[in-house]
């Protein structure tokens, strides 16, 4: 069985092939034109399954890592950043041009069984997959099967509350993780401190000075209390990060021992990795649900 899987992004749409060993068969891209509307980004995903089909070697199971997620209420897409899914059933419409069943997950959960099965979380058992980017999400995988949960947001801690009466979120509720260590978050900070917009990428660069100091400390506290409430629920075999905040150096030794000193345990072991596949994580985690 050879395995398609899609990565739905919000600029492309990129396609992969998989031979029953997982040896990548065929790659494609795509714009994803989300100007042009939902029906074009259904046309969109049909028309890179169908090409990826035709290199196939056997038949094919096909899985889409989508932003937002698909309720277990409606059946519909909610909590997209890319609007025109919204409320739109995209499942339901792909299986029906398809003539076949396809399997959906969002972007964190894709994450997650990608760097479990491929990636840094592949010797272990328990895997929290970590999403620090845009947004705060995460992905838990149980012996290399994605855990949903009952209503499906299992692993959603960007949307746990880590300060009360905190910073205003998206979802409408305040201090949520989100809000204080995504991407978006951590560059609003800066400028709150030291009246400069930079990218983050730059803001890691120049923290010799006190707003630095002051902006680093406080993204270990968050970060910290943040992950250490997820060992302490979920004590997981290994977390492994994942997005744009993750290829920030020093949370790999200040940020683990901020999580450290937070956990509710005598004995904390627990790894906190890097990702090992990168951008590819969604395409790949895809073609594996």
Request: hydrophobic fraction near 35%; charge should be negative; include cysteine.
């Amino acid at each position: 069985m050879n395995k398609i899987g899609i990565d739905l992004g919000g600029t492309k749409i990129e396609g992969i092939l998989l031979d029953d060993k997982l040896n990548v068969i065929e790659r494609k891209r795509i714009p994803t034109q989300q100007e042009k509307g939902y029906k074009s980004i259904v046309n969109s995903i049909a028309f890179l399954v169908n090409e990826l089909k035709t290199k196939a070697r056997d038949n094919v199971t096909i899985g889409l890592c989508t932003p937002g997620a698909i309720s277990k209420k409606t059946g519909l897409i909610k909590n997209s950043n890319t609007q025109c899914l919204i409320d739109m059933p995209l499942q339901e419409d792909l299986n029906q041009i398809l003539k076949q069943e396809i399997s959906i997950e969002n972007d964190a959960n894709c994450f997650a069984i990608a760097e479990a099965i491929l990636g840094a979380g592949k010797n272990y058992d328990v895997v929290f997959g970590v999403i620090m980017g845009t947004g705060v999400g995460g992905g838990i995988v149980f012996n290399k099967k994605i855990h949903k949960g009952r209503t499906y947001i299992a692993g959603e801690w960007g949307h746990h509350t880590l300060r009360i009466n905190g910073n205003k979120c998206y979802c409408g509720k305040l201090g949520c993780v989100e809000t204080y260590i995504s991407g978006p978050a951590l560059e609003k900070r800066w400028t709150e401190l030291t009246g400069k917009t930079e990218s983050l990428q730059s803001i890691v660069q120049n923290l010799d000075n006190k707003e630095g100091q002051q902006w680093k400390n406080e993204f270990l506290e968050n970060f910290g209390i943040g992950l250490a409430n997820v060992i302490d629920i979920l004590d997981p075999d290994v977390i492994v990060l994942g997005g744009g905040v993750s290829n920030i150096s020093f949370l790999y030794d200040e940020g683990r021992d901020s999580v450290y000193d937070k956990v509710f345990s005598d004995l904390i072991e627990t790894p906190i990795l890097k990702n090992q596949l990168g951008d590819s994580a969604g395409v790949f985690g895809a073609s594996l649900l």
